[in-house]
């Protein structure tokens, strides 16, 4: 059974070897499969500026095997659309931010689970974490391949400008309102049921 | 024009933006008609991808294509011929349709298909594969006769499709596509004749019309069928089935 755990600088070191086997996922699949280069670390760990006590987790972790993962990170601060990425971002839309503005990045299914539920949890998990919070929208920068498997099981996205190359791979800017329906349509698609998070008093006696 | 091109960008967004105002087939279609357009595409289709025993026409989502080229398409089945829908399955990224890779020497339907296009007039294009959980799941195809295909166009174009494909997709499905005769029954009447060789003097006579009448029925039908002149005006409608001789 896969859980999601939401980890935030409130219950972070009780997180702590979790929270280490996570950067190190990040690295094998961002840097070790998808190339990125400029992530890569001599450690093995991929940590970037944005991997601060800000940053919240929401990992999908089966038994004791960390499945999946994202961060979302507060567009109050210089965040990664905001510093890296501005050139994304169309002028005549501006960069999203504000205290209901979270930026999603880093999101990630390891090899053995992406033809399986574990992309809809973790979607499902985003968007009712995000409800939980008083989060109106995230933003992020995605491959233009994924955003048709995120419409697909019920995410509305705008963009927020033309996509343009990156590494290789057309990748556009864009701004996902968060809602119930996307909520209840994402749960629908993938069966889930309950809540889409483990309770964090439940998670911080884990 | 030259406001288009200045920023195609803001354009494109204001697109997206306009889709949400869509609420039937119809409006999409006519919508990302007006925006193609602008850049220089007169015909586009959104189709999802075929099984092997589907019908094209089960599977297709909107279309602005040359009159009779579907009929013909499905009719010849090229879709198994076709290197455009082919390499829409192999890759995610879009590509123009000259990038589609095939072997004129092994695949001579492939020749076939692509010849035959630009017969109709779809002698450039533009296609932007949809894949989804299950891999490609649709394929967005833009076309014309000289369209723009930019450096600064194609990424527009590109989140053109994406988005109006999604759409498309929420509002769901025509039922059923009207394989409809574009031709009125004089039209049809004109053609029939023309493919049994007579005049249009012949024709007016056989017709109890004038031959000014008859020219201008023969006009319309060509100009409705896409095609350059009366006599492939009458191979399309034949080969569609709009006439039978």
């Known amino acids: ?206 | 024009m030259s406001g288009v091109y200045d920023d195609c960008a803001a354009r494109a967004l204001d697109f997206v933006e306009g889709l949400d105002d869509c609420h039937d087939q119809d409006q999409v279609s006519a919508s990302v008609a007006r925006i193609l357009a602008e850049f220089g595409f007169e015909h586009f289709v959104i189709t999802g991808i075929p099984n092997p025993n589907d019908l094209l026409e089960q599977v297709l989502l909107i279309e602005r294509l040359p009159a009779g080229w579907f009929e013909h398409y499905a009719g010849h089945n090229y879709m198994y011929a076709d290197p455009v829908f082919r390499n829409c399955r192999a890759t995610t990224s879009p590509f123009q349709w000259e990038e589609a890779p095939f072997d004129a020497e092994i695949e001579p339907g492939a020749v076939e298909v692509m010849q035959r296009a630009n017969d109709f007039g779809m002698v450039q294009g533009f296609s932007v594969p949809i894949h989804g959980p299950e891999g490609c799941e649709a394929c967005f195809s833009m076309s014309g006769r000289s369209p723009d295909l930019s450096g600064r166009t194609k990424p527009a174009v590109h989140m053109i499709a994406m988005y109006a494909f999604e759409r498309a997709r929420r509002i769901g499905r025509r039922p059923g596509r009207p394989s409809s005769n574009p031709l009125t029954q004089r039209e049809q009447e004109v053609l029939t004749w023309a493919a049994l060789g007579k005049s249009s003097r012949d024709t007016a006579e056989l017709m109890h019309i004038t031959e000014r009448t008859a020219l201008a029925h023969a006009v319309n039908a060509t100009h409705k069928l896409g095609a350059a002149n009366r006599t492939q005006a009458v191979v399309r409608a034949m080969q569609s089935k709009f006439i039978r001789v």
């Open chain 1, 1 to 206: 059974m896969t859980d999601i755990h939401v980890i935030t600088n409130a219950n972070r070191t009780r997180y702590a070897d979790l929270i280490e086997l996570h950067h190190r996922v990040r690295h094998d699949i961002f840097v070790g499969e998808k190339g990125w280069e400029a992530l890569r670390k001599p450690d093995g760990r991929d940590v970037d500026a944005y991997d601060d006590e800000h940053a919240v987790y929401l990992l999908a972790v089966d038994g004791s095997k960390l499945v999946g993962g994202q961060r979302l990170y507060p567009t109050t601060r210089p965040h990664m659309i905001s510093e890296v990425f501005p050139h994304l971002v169309h002028v005549s839309r501006g960069i999203p931010s504000g205290p209901d503005v979270r930026e999603w990045t880093r999101y990630f299914v390891v090899k053995e689970r992406r033809y399986g539920r574990t992309d809809c949890r973790l979607l499902a998990a985003m968007q009712q974490y995000c409800l939980d919070e008083g989060i109106e929208t995230v933003t992020a920068v995605a491959e233009t391949w994924w955003l048709p498997r995120v419409h697909s099981v019920g995410f509305t996205t705008k963009p927020l400008g033309l996509p343009q190359m990156i590494e290789g791979q057309p990748t556009i800017a864009v701004k996902v309102p968060i809602s119930e329906d996307s909520l209840a349509s994402v749960r629908r698609h993938a069966g889930l049921r309950g809540h889409a998070i483990l309770p964090r008093h439940f998670a911080r006696a884990a």
